[in-house]
């Protein structure tokens, strides 16, 4: 804990207090190296942040102290790649392979489980590279930093381990150098992922073509067709001129004191030498005529009709990101436009029926040198290209003459204060994500985080109603810098790609003589042995078992009745927040109406109530509360196999102040909601229907683990019926249904829902505002009627649905890549073996899965899980499937050969510690036990059975969960073009959930 003793003007003199430290600070301090240029508290954060310069390398550093114990480090360069070979991006995975003083592969996927982390990563933008990490623990702070610097100045970047996250050229049988040669490598693939969801193509599209002059216009993370054009020299030497201290922003967040982290990172930079470093990306020279550009990418098998399902948006380049004040201006004034169904733009573009959901990177935008705005939709018709411009641009001309309503003003000014308060477990890395783009293109940190300042002002010059008619003048209907992008779907786009690549493939091979096919297959064994080696990880650092506290976390609650219903109470510093979750029991529904769940909890958090159109229910939310949502809850048993609580979620939150209104807004919503408004439910659906496929493509693993687990219980039968493919199904047959049903059905859920002896409520709030809420819950409740009080709603049982394994092949045209998952029946939370399972999971993950499924077979990523009564294996845009289908009958005889180490299992329960003791915000405490997870008791037993599981304990519940005889789900979902080849091995064929046999 700390508090501030003195605070004077800004970059005068701060005395801090940490705990019993105190230290002061001042511009012009010499610490460790260092001078601190500025010092500033900012007190819409509750926040000290110093800005310090490395004397001797001119390295950037930024400080926060904050009360916060997660604390978080960043380093992160100006990375500005002129083409589209990936090369900022598979630098970015490179470098993480192995440096001078960590000289073993991959010592930051290893530290993944020598680490108390709660966040480990890295990622390349359009524009910077960042390197980020968070974590409680004191130690492990100074460890990870240390891998980190290691790791970005002193990098291997080995030949191998550019082959390996690159790309390269290898024969599908290594062994057999007459095999077919192959494009493979885990950005290459990881690319290839992105390259078939049309969202990312747009919104690439948009930056390419808006900022064409200089880094922008070149696809950062790299064009799968240009990938295998980059070189192992150009990788170095793009590292030697970018990833240099000189070039480098670091930054420190939350309440370990500065001095030591300068002393640290200190040791590393002081060996370098400044060097002029002029990665700055320049403003974008203004057009003189505005600009169109028309894109081609991949359609949607489940829109009828691709010919109306374009994307159309219109983009505009703003000022730079240096000026604060206006890109805080313009972000209040395009989130008033765009925010909510009660915005200009959504009446203009959806509600008139021109498109079916805003287009993807619809908002504004400022991580770039020049800010920029996209506004459009999607599901657009050829011939309505030029009516949704027409449109954007008459929507600009009616604010110039008509201005705003000021209510919807003050809507997005609350959504802003509120979200200063609202805690999140990340707010420091999100925080240091955010001021990164201002610094990076020479701004002060401070100016991006004093936002009371910057929209104090705002108000002043709008209190005479002309300041936002100005700007949308000058920024809008003026700017000729203007980009119309349109992007047409293509059936053949997917074949075309594939074409390409062959042609390069073809193109790298047509010339290979017999000696260079040797010296491809000499190489690829290389490698492979590489990733075979058992690797010495004692030169990295590691957390000790004797470092972890011997109980879980734990936070009082109580407990009361009110009306009948039970209410847990959580009280604590939720910054002057209420939280509330409700939660309606909903296993006394049919089969069918389960169905329906998804739909009716999206419709009723979105229809008008209390007699007000759903645009009036949508601006009263955004003015009173943070968040309002309704959603299906899932909740297996802890206790009994086969056993879950189905339920439907209400959730909200809301300053102190709006307690009252926030209760009215749900009562008005039970009482009366308007399940008549066809075309707000029509364009529910319109947008649901819009996105799907992009979901697919870029969470197709979440989608084939919900397949996998509908095959072994009846918990993941509806799991997979409220939310996976069977729910998109369910989704595009009321999408081509009467919507009148669809309202009928919906109304009738609404009347199961409305008994409030199904309820149980959980509120977390301050001490002083109990009463107002437990006052507000009385008055909701005695609005509901009580239907079936004294019966039991908590607990479901089924039938198990399938009785032997199931393998299922889900094909989705031009998907590229593949997404595959394996099921097996496991044990409640409960149970002894549990804890086991769950160290299983995490050892096949780090030890096994990702040598094989990454390193070597080129997937984005993979993994096992244990959770909801299943033991789970997955992969995430994989190049292989049946290959990886057989790789996991390989981790799970590795597994039960016990080939794992004793140092290998204490890692493993450093990692799942680690994920137990993550932080959790007040908003977010004592759900565990209100979602009827794990008491104290029974968490305290499970970190005790990870604690004491020895590697017989692992052998066995592998021998006993994952042996050949269990029931099993094995789905894959991938590409349609290997439909022929698992219709043949005898696997169902599925398209979009809709089974086809064996043989159709």
Same mark, same amino acid.
């Given at each position: 804990?700390?508090?501030?003793?003195?605070?004077?003007?800004?970059?005068?003199?701060?005395?801090?207090?940490?705990?019993?430290?105190?230290?002061?600070?001042?511009?012009?301090?010499?610490?460790?190296?260092?001078?601190?240029?500025?010092?500033?508290?900012?007190?819409?954060?509750?926040?000290?942040?110093?800005?310090?310069?490395?004397?001797?390398?001119?390295?950037?550093?930024?400080?926060?102290?904050?009360?916060?114990?997660?604390?978080?480090?960043?380093?992160?360069?100006?990375?500005?790649?002129?083409?589209?070979?990936?090369?900022?991006?598979?630098?970015?995975?490179?470098?993480?392979?192995?440096?001078?003083?960590?000289?073993?592969?991959?010592?930051?996927?290893?530290?993944?489980?020598?680490?108390?982390?709660?966040?480990?990563?890295?990622?390349?933008?359009?524009?910077?590279?960042?390197?980020?990490?968070?974590?409680?623990?004191?130690?492990?702070?100074?460890?990870?930093?240390?891998?980190?610097?290691?790791?970005?100045?002193?990098?291997?970047?080995?030949?191998?381990?550019?082959?390996?996250?690159?790309?390269?050229?290898?024969?599908?049988?290594?062994?057999?150098?007459?095999?077919?040669?192959?494009?493979?490598?885990?950005?290459?693939?990881?690319?290839?992922?992105?390259?078939?969801?049309?969202?990312?193509?747009?919104?690439?599209?948009?930056?390419?073509?808006?900022?064409?002059?200089?880094?922008?216009?070149?696809?950062?993370?790299?064009?799968?067709?240009?990938?295998?054009?980059?070189?192992?020299?150009?990788?170095?030497?793009?590292?030697?001129?970018?990833?240099?201290?000189?070039?480098?922003?670091?930054?420190?967040?939350?309440?370990?004191?500065?001095?030591?982290?300068?002393?640290?990172?200190?040791?590393?930079?002081?060996?370098?030498?400044?060097?002029?470093?002029?990665?700055?990306?320049?403003?974008?020279?203004?057009?003189?005529?505005?600009?169109?550009?028309?894109?081609?990418?991949?359609?949607?098998?489940?829109?009828?009709?691709?010919?109306?399902?374009?994307?159309?948006?219109?983009?505009?380049?703003?000022?730079?990101?240096?000026?604060?004040?206006?890109?805080?201006?313009?972000?209040?004034?395009?989130?008033?436009?765009?925010?909510?169904?009660?915005?200009?733009?959504?009446?203009?573009?959806?509600?008139?029926?021109?498109?079916?959901?805003?287009?993807?990177?619809?908002?504004?935008?400022?991580?770039?040198?020049?800010?920029?705005?996209?506004?459009?939709?999607?599901?657009?018709?050829?011939?309505?290209?030029?009516?949704?411009?027409?449109?954007?641009?008459?929507?600009?001309?009616?604010?110039?003459?008509?201005?705003?309503?000021?209510?919807?003003?003050?809507?997005?000014?609350?959504?802003?204060?509120?979200?200063?308060?609202?805690?999140?477990?990340?707010?420091?890395?999100?925080?240091?994500?955010?001021?990164?783009?201002?610094?990076?293109?020479?701004?002060?940190?401070?100016?991006?985080?004093?936002?009371?300042?910057?929209?104090?002002?705002?108000?002043?010059?709008?209190?005479?109603?002309?300041?936002?008619?100005?700007?949308?003048?000058?920024?809008?209907?003026?700017?000729?810098?203007?980009?119309?992008?349109?992007?047409?779907?293509?059936?053949?786009?997917?074949?075309?790609?594939?074409?390409?690549?062959?042609?390069?493939?073809?193109?790298?091979?047509?010339?290979?003589?017999?000696?260079?096919?040797?010296?491809?297959?000499?190489?690829?064994?290389?490698?492979?042995?590489?990733?075979?080696?058992?690797?010495?990880?004692?030169?990295?650092?590691?957390?000790?078992?004797?470092?972890?506290?011997?109980?879980?976390?734990?936070?009082?609650?109580?407990?009361?009745?009110?009306?009948?219903?039970?209410?847990?109470?959580?009280?604590?510093?939720?910054?002057?927040?209420?939280?509330?979750?409700?939660?309606?029991?909903?296993?006394?529904?049919?089969?069918?109406?389960?169905?329906?769940?998804?739909?009716?909890?999206?419709?009723?958090?979105?229809?008008?109530?209390?007699?007000?159109?759903?645009?009036?229910?949508?601006?009263?939310?955004?003015?009173?509360?943070?968040?309002?949502?309704?959603?299906?809850?899932?909740?297996?048993?802890?206790?009994?196999?086969?056993?879950?609580?189905?339920?439907?979620?209400?959730?909200?939150?809301?300053?102190?102040?709006?307690?009252?209104?926030?209760?009215?807004?749900?009562?008005?919503?039970?009482?009366?909601?308007?399940?008549?408004?066809?075309?707000?439910?029509?364009?529910?659906?319109?947008?649901?229907?819009?996105?799907?496929?992009?979901?697919?493509?870029?969470?197709?693993?979440?989608?084939?683990?919900?397949?996998?687990?509908?095959?072994?219980?009846?918990?993941?039968?509806?799991?997979?019926?409220?939310?996976?493919?069977?729910?998109?199904?369910?989704?595009?047959?009321?999408?081509?249904?009467?919507? #009148? $049903?669809? @309202?009928?059905?919906?109304? &009738? %859920?609404?009347?199961?829902?409305?008994?409030? !002896?199904? =309820? +149980?409520?959980?509120?977390?709030?301050?001490?002083?505002?109990?009463?107002?809420?437990?006052?507000?819950?009385?008055?909701?409740?005695?609005?509901?009627?009580?239907?079936?009080?004294?019966?039991?709603?908590?607990?479901?049982?089924?039938?198990?649905?399938?009785?032997?394994?199931?393998?299922?092949?889900?094909?989705?045209?031009?998907?590229?890549?593949?997404?595959?998952?394996?099921?097996?029946?496991?044990?409640?939370?409960?149970?002894?073996?549990?804890?086991?399972?769950?160290?299983?999971?995490?050892?096949?993950?780090?030890?096994?899965?990702?040598?094989?499924?990454? #390193? $070597?077979? @080129?997937?984005?990523?993979? &993994? %096992?899980?244990?959770?909801?009564?299943?033991? !789970?294996? =997955? +992969?995430?845009?994989?190049?292989?499937?049946?290959?990886?289908?057989?790789?996991?009958?390989?981790?799970?005889?590795?597994?039960?050969?016990?080939?794992?180490?004793?140092?290998?299992?204490?890692?493993?329960?450093?990692?799942?510690?680690?994920?137990?003791?993550?932080?959790?915000?007040?908003?977010?405490?004592?759900?565990?036990?209100?979602?009827?997870?794990?008491?104290?008791?029974?968490?305290?037993?499970?970190?005790?059975?990870?604690?004491?599981?020895?590697?017989?304990?692992?052998?066995?519940?592998?021998?006993?969960?994952?042996?050949?005889?269990?029931?099993?789900?094995?789905?894959?979902?991938?590409?349609?073009?290997?439909?022929?080849?698992?219709?043949?091995?005898?696997?169902?064929?599925?398209?979009?959930?809709?089974?086809?046999?064996?043989?159709?």
């Amino acid at each position: 804990m700390y508090r501030w003793i003195q605070s004077l003007s800004r970059n005068h003199f701060h005395r801090v207090l940490l705990g019993n430290r105190s230290f002061s600070y001042y511009a012009g301090q010499k610490l460790h190296g260092y001078t601190i240029t500025s010092v500033d508290e900012v007190k819409d954060f509750n926040l000290i942040s110093l800005e310090l310069i490395h004397d001797k390398s001119g390295a950037r550093h930024c400080h926060i102290i904050k009360d916060d114990s997660n604390n978080c480090f960043s380093v992160a360069f100006a990375t500005t790649p002129k083409d589209d070979s990936g090369v900022a991006h598979i630098l970015e995975h490179t470098v993480l392979c192995g440096s001078a003083k960590y000289p073993i592969r991959d010592p930051f996927f290893k530290m993944l489980t020598r680490s108390f982390s709660t966040f480990m990563n890295a990622f390349t933008g359009p524009d910077f590279t960042m390197y980020p990490f968070s974590t409680q623990n004191e130690e492990d702070f100074y460890n990870l930093l240390s891998v980190y610097c290691d790791a970005v100045f002193f990098p291997n970047l080995n030949q191998l381990d550019f082959l390996q996250e690159g790309w390269r050229l290898e024969h599908s049988n290594v062994k057999d150098i007459n095999s077919e040669i192959m494009l493979k490598g885990v950005v290459f693939n990881e690319m290839k992922g992105y390259t078939n969801n049309s969202g990312y193509i747009f919104g690439q599209s948009i930056l390419n073509g808006l900022f064409p002059s200089h880094t922008y216009r070149s696809c950062s993370g790299g064009n799968p067709l240009a990938i295998p054009s980059l070189s192992h020299e150009e990788l170095v030497k793009f590292h030697r001129w970018h990833y240099h201290p000189s070039n480098a922003i670091f930054y420190t967040y939350g309440n370990l004191p500065l001095e030591m982290h300068l002393k640290n990172i200190g040791e590393v930079i002081n060996h370098f030498e400044p060097i002029s470093s002029n990665n700055l990306v320049p403003s974008e020279p203004t057009w003189s005529e505005p600009r169109e550009i028309t894109v081609k990418g991949p359609h949607d098998p489940n829109i009828v009709d691709n010919e109306n399902d374009l994307i159309v948006a219109v983009s505009y380049k703003l000022p730079t990101i240096n000026d604060r004040y206006m890109n805080t201006a313009l972000s209040v004034i395009t989130d008033v436009l765009v925010t909510g169904s009660q915005s200009k733009f959504y009446e203009a573009l959806i509600i008139s029926g021109l498109g079916s959901d805003f287009a993807p990177g619809t908002g504004f935008h400022d991580y770039t040198k020049d800010g920029y705005f996209t506004v459009g939709v999607r599901g657009v018709s050829h011939d309505r290209i030029q009516q949704v411009v027409h449109a954007i641009e008459n929507v600009w001309w009616d604010i110039a003459e008509n201005g705003v309503e000021a209510s919807q003003v003050a809507a997005v000014l609350h959504q802003m204060e509120i979200s200063k308060k609202h805690q999140t477990n990340s707010f420091g890395l999100h925080l240091g994500v955010g001021i990164l783009g201002a610094w990076l293109h020479d701004t002060n940190p401070v100016q991006y985080l004093e936002l009371d300042s910057h929209i104090k002002q705002f108000k002043e010059l709008d209190s005479s109603g002309n300041h936002i008619k100005d700007i949308v003048k000058e920024h809008f209907i003026s700017n000729k810098h203007k980009l119309t992008v349109t992007l047409i779907p293509d059936k053949e786009y997917g074949e075309k790609l594939e074409n390409k690549e062959s042609m390069i493939l073809q193109e790298k091979t047509k010339l290979l003589t017999q000696k260079d096919k040797e010296n491809l297959q000499k190489e690829a064994l290389k490698l492979q042995s590489a990733q075979d080696k058992i690797q010495d990880a004692s030169c990295l650092p590691c957390i000790k078992l004797s470092d972890i506290p011997s109980s879980p976390l734990h936070y009082d609650i109580n407990s009361t009745n009110v009306e009948g219903v039970p209410v847990q109470i959580y009280t604590g510093p939720t910054n002057g927040i209420s939280y509330l979750n409700v939660l309606i029991s909903d296993c006394d529904l049919a089969h069918e109406q389960v169905s329906v769940l998804p739909l009716y909890c999206k419709i009723l958090s979105a229809v008008g109530a209390g007699g007000k159109s759903y645009q009036d229910c949508d601006l009263e939310k955004m003015l009173r509360t943070g968040n309002f949502s309704c959603s299906t809850h899932c909740a297996v048993d802890k206790n009994e196999m086969d056993k879950f609580k189905l339920g439907t979620l209400l959730s909200s939150y809301c300053l102190n102040e709006n307690i009252p209104y926030m209760f009215a807004l749900w009562q008005e919503l039970f009482n009366s909601p308007n399940f008549r408004e066809m075309d707000r439910i029509k364009a529910i659906l319109d947008a649901e229907v819009a996105g799907q496929k992009d979901q697919v493509t870029s969470s197709g693993h979440r989608f084939a683990l919900s397949r996998s687990k509908s095959y072994i219980s009846p918990y993941g039968e509806v799991c997979e019926q409220i939310g996976g493919l069977k729910q998109a199904r369910t989704v595009q047959q009321f999408h081509c249904d009467d919507i #009148e $049903k669809l @309202g009928s059905e919906v109304a &009738g %859920a609404h009347v199961l829902h409305s008994d409030r !002896s199904l =309820f +149980s409520i959980a509120v977390n709030t301050t001490t002083d505002k109990v009463d107002d809420n437990l006052e507000a819950i009385s008055q909701l409740l005695r609005g509901i009627p009580d239907i079936r009080s004294g019966k039991d709603y908590g607990i479901e049982s089924r039938e198990i649905i399938a009785v032997q394994s199931a393998n299922e092949f889900v094909e989705i045209p031009n998907l590229g890549i593949n997404f595959c998952a394996r099921s097996y029946r496991a044990v409640p939370a409960s149970h002894s073996d549990a804890a086991k399972l769950t160290l299983l999971s995490s050892l096949l993950s780090s030890k096994f899965l990702h040598r094989e499924i990454r #390193e $070597k077979g @080129g997937a984005y990523g993979s &993994g %096992a899980i244990f959770s909801e009564q299943a033991f !789970s294996f =997955f +992969s995430y845009r994989d190049p292989n499937n049946l290959k990886t289908l057989s790789t996991f009958d390989h981790a799970i005889n590795w597994a039960v050969s016990r080939s794992f180490t004793d140092q290998q299992l204490e890692e493993a329960k450093i990692s799942v510690i680690g994920k137990l003791d993550a932080p959790i915000t007040p908003g977010k405490r004592g759900l565990i036990t209100f979602f009827g997870g794990l008491s104290f008791e029974e968490r305290q037993a499970f970190r005790s059975g990870i604690l004491n599981a020895s590697c017989r304990d692992l052998q066995d519940v592998a021998v006993r969960y994952l042996s050949e005889d269990q029931i099993q789900g094995n789905v894959v979902v991938g590409p349609d073009t290997d439909t022929s080849k698992f219709r043949d091995l005898g696997y169902f064929i599925d398209t979009y959930g809709q089974k086809k046999s064996a043989n159709s």
